[in-house]
């Protein structure tokens, strides 16, 4: 659907061809993985190529029982805090109890080393492409009326990987990587999907909105800096649903009644999703993109937490709606060859406290401090992943791309002509905790490189207190807070090695360009323009 | 043993009555509860009553299979911060995992809301008579040189309200409540004890420690100011060893070497006594208060750590011994008669970071914030206490000496003459989450109310952001670290309800007044002092 004339006529011409551009075709690709990758690789070489035929194995197992590939379930949470669920210390401290993540946990994998992306659109970019948005382009956060900024057709998602290898493949929630054509999930290799564009942003942003409506604990008055709810001076439309190819229909338009129920609509479409497909032979691919935990907006059957925030609510729901999926697959028996992924994007936004979520760690989304980017990460495979593990091994979002991919067996469809940062941690999730294979994490924020992880230490390229010029050091067994920087012989943490390996990371954008996506901000249609707000003048005055 | 001499002549003289001092008499007092506790009683004075019987019952039926009271073991960690434990979130992430304790919560019960008191001594004072130190005059730490201070002959402790009821007790590990003789714990009600006066500060104060002694990855000439071995111009003494009005002698004097080891050497006392006991027909009550988590000093044996740090081998090791304690009464076949407690005295002393332990929640030992007061607890008592609990109900350090005391049913042994701020637990302990006794905390520091607790809100009268006067209120379900003082509505919060709290604890002490305990320094013994350092000159010097 064209929803917005003037631009998407244009770019709809190339949208097709974008949707079609076949993965398959680069099925004997080799991946161009980062230079400390390749390091790591030539030091552990033989030991990963044993535990290569390990995994290998457990997976002809598996589809020598099942007769497939296994499907794969990919929950992504929105800015939940490194210690929001109970299993990382969090849960009811925080009044909101999570028991089906924990449960989750305690019968998968925990990541105690989990990092993503520090905001949202990127970090979604980040996983789709595997690749750190500074590569993909799309390191900024989209806004509503933005044009030319989302995910671009060039760039090849896990669903075109995953595709070219036989998957059938869903989409359901908030996308929020871009609004036009080319950007839709189904031009962008899902087979179907059912989306929003973004959050609030565009859910309050039209004329129905009133000041008072219920968005469980705020008004809209106290969310954007507009006085009315007219707070974009054009529709912003609603939630879509399409087919791969096929033109997109609106479902509804955006209210904030029907955003404070997204996150279990979205679960019920997953279900469903997951009801369908499992009749079928092929294996499927199906992201769930919640809307939970996310500022404004509570279910009402949710609101009762000890906490009483909107945030508190959301937790409490997608938790349910985790569970709920969890129980699908069991009661289908399609568990044992179901990989299920659970994280978060980025960590909490303190900008709508108490109702945007919160973490022990200091740092928040938006920034490359512990707070901003590490969050919680849980696995669940019955019978294919050991219950109860914890690793510490470092994992980066880009990683479940490569991993999906892998174990997939499509990671031959990854494109070699471009680099890839996301490592294939299948040995991880099947052979358990010290299979990683990165110990190392680039944290990029929009477009400047702010921190590198190296084994046990990050430095801090961009630091915080103004006593320290040029960088901070932390040790984050120490330090998981980063209070006490260069503690001690920061000489020799922050040595040739780290230099080394910062220069190599910087000297491969040289041989692979860093693709370039610059959003504009579309002229307003002055017909929406609201009345000025009325000025306040007491009704006692006195003259004198 | 007098090894003060000119000041512990004096004092001995009325030790030996201090320690007869019989609490058996008081049997038919009534116990003083602060107002909110009184208030709180009038309101749930039924739904207690019931829940009294039900706790009176499942120990009539115990004692029915043992024929005897059950026996109580006390485990007292140092500085160990919220976050340390695994199961707290922490461990592995800091590089000192800590199974054992992890799997005592698991069998257990972890309290999620427990709070000590602000520093080292006030909490072992607060523990030992069920008081806030503020009450039994003991809130500032005793140092070494210091005469005068140490914990009250005229307090009542919990070794005395449970040798009044039948009782053998024992002690062994860090007193740091006095080192003269009134202060000893045989004289204050324990048969048997082996103690050290406290921490670093007297294990290095002797003349045969040199600089470079090993201290796990710290040289003495980093601890204290003083530029040689000899910090203190007086012999600190050794652990010592008593019985019950007996004499004690020296085991060994004070050094670096042992240090390392006593945490290991504690337990070993500690088994030795669970060994010997678990043969009588007496119920027992020990006290493990161990080294770890404590800065200097590290086990050989555990210094391996991922982190590498002095805090992570010690609490690897303390982690150790706990479990070894737990391996003991299971082995005795006295674990289903025996409460084991465990909890830490503080939070994290960062003075000597990374030496001194952690908390994700910002502040330190000596502060009200949440991570110097709110610290890891757990408790196990298998077939009792029901495995796998996570309670959020609200306990304070002082509480233990009430619990304990009613379940050996002693509680008629507290003495009536004066405020008692621990309250009886032993309901949440045995019939689990919600029925604890207190939803309020009073944080004193030294000789100040600084902060108060009050269901999820916690109320700071000593503001650390200077644009706040008078008062920050922060709610901890939305805020566990304090970041976001006066949310919203501050108003409600801090309204009548938390003043007329406040005022009535003040008002209590007007009718029940303070202990005084004050200590002053000695007058060194000048044959001590060491040489002067050298000065430094550099050899190489040009004429100009």
Redesign the interface.
Known sequence: MKRIAPISVAVAATATAAAICPPAARAQSQIVHDAEFVRMEKEFGAQWGADGSAVREKLAALEDKFGTKPNIVFILADDIGY?EL?C???G????APTPNLDKMARRGMRF??FYSEVECSPSRAAVMTGRHPIRNGLYNITLPGEVGSGLHREEVTIAEVLSAAGYYTGFFGKWHMGGEDDHHPTNQGFDEAEWSEGNPPWWVGNRDAKATDDVGGFTQRGMIHSPGPENFPYETGGVMRARKGREPEMVYRYSMEKYNTYDSEVADHVIDFIGRRSKTDRPFFVSFWGKGNHFWGAHPDFRDT??G?NC?AQMVEHDHNVGRVLKTLKDLGIAENTLVVWCADNGPM?TV??HGG?S???GAKGETREGGVRVPAVAWWPGMIEPGQ?P?DLVQITDWFTTFASLAGAGGHIPGDRVTDGIDQSGLLLLGEGKGRRDFVFHWNRDTLEAVRKD?IKINLKPRNPDFHFYEVY?I?????E??PN??QNGLWAGPGMTKLIQEHMLLMKKFPNRKVEGYYRDFDRSFDPEPSPVYKTKKQVDW
Chains 1, 2 share one sequence.
């Open positions: 210690t109970g990382y210390g969090g009811k401290i925080r009044g105690l080393s000890p906490a925030t508190a303190y406290h108490p919160y022990l760690l200091p914890e510490l046990q040790n067994y120490h330090d998981p807070a209070r006490f503690e001690i």
